[in-house]
């Protein structure tokens, strides 16, 4: 449920209110560890209509004594592109259908086909997953009207293409190169493909070429749906990050060489 209402673009205090209660507390950290998926990645999420019910019915109860919420215990970040995260982003309907019940989102791109060469669009989604804060980018999955079904791979060419192709296409088309890793999810008999991409350390991600719908020189950022030109607001926020780590960086150094200053004259 916390999924779902995090999906629906709550904020972390807003959902405490539907669970801080005497016989069940949830502590802000771990509704912290829900969203970047270090706890319970394995748990798929509510339905957003299922999410406005519990809601909609929910009442609050009375305080009887104050509760006492100890800090979470920091849990181990669960891989990736293990299977079990993996199959939490697909549910088999009431008419066995696979469908992908993260949709669209900024962290998640559906696509029906895979083909190596004309890659523009995926290399778009790419990096602006790595100027965002990482996504998932599935392939054998239709898109929207078609309900996210999964259709699976057509053929073997992604499960043909090696680590080091991916690494080759997508280091000649992005600068400076986003970190990914490939795998593959088995749905009954269907494959799906999959690239994670990693949030970079030191974005902005910049568009080294132009191949089809990737554009040289331009900065794309994932937004809800969709990857387009980043604006001018997200880019601040990007430049004066990496600002913020600069300083950060280089503060230790500066302070050794103020104390050496002040121990030589000490000295003297």
Not at 67 to 85: G, M, N, Y
Not at 152 to 160: A, E, I, N, S, Y
Not at 172 to 183: K, Q
Not at 246 to 265: A, C, N
Request: glycine share 8%.
């Amino acid at each position: 449920m916390i999924k779902a209402m995090l999906r629906m673009g709550m904020k972390n205090k807003d959902i405490q209110f539907y669970f801080n209660r005497q016989d069940r507390a949830v502590n802000s950290g771990r509704i912290t560890g829900i969203r970047d998926r270090s706890y319970g990645p394995e748990i798929a999420a509510a339905s957003e209509d299922e999410a406005k019910a519990f809601m909609a019915s929910f009442t609050p109860s009375a305080v009887v004594s104050p509760v006492f919420v100890a800090a979470p215990v920091p849990a181990k970040p669960a891989d990736p592109i293990c299977e079990a995260v993996l199959r939490s982003f697909f549910a088999k309907g009431s008419d066995d259908i696979w469908r992908c019940i993260a949709g669209e989102s900024d962290e998640f791109e559906c696509k029906e086909n895979f083909n190596l060469k004309g890659f523009g669009k995926p290399l778009k989604t790419i990096a602006g997953f790595a100027n965002h804060r990482g996504g998932y980018l599935f392939f054998g999955v239709k898109d929207k009207p078609d309900g996210f079904s999964v259709c699976g791979l057509k053929d073997d060419r992604f499960t043909d293409t090696d680590q080091n192709k991916f690494s080759q296409t997508i280091r000649a088309a992005l600068e400076p190169t986003p970190r990914f890793r490939v795998a593959t999810l088995k749905l009954d008999e269907l494959i799906v493909g999959v690239i994670h991409v990693e949030a970079h350390n030191s974005k902005p991600v910049i568009a080294g070429k132009t191949e089809n719908e990737l554009i040289e020189g331009f900065i794309y950022y994932r937004y809800p749906g969709e990857t387009r030109p980043i604006c001018y607001a997200d880019l601040r926020a990007i430049l004066d990050e990496r600002d913020r780590q600069s300083r950060e960086s280089i503060m230790p150094m500066v302070q050794r060489l103020l104390g050496d200053v002040d121990k030589f004259r000490s000295e003297l």
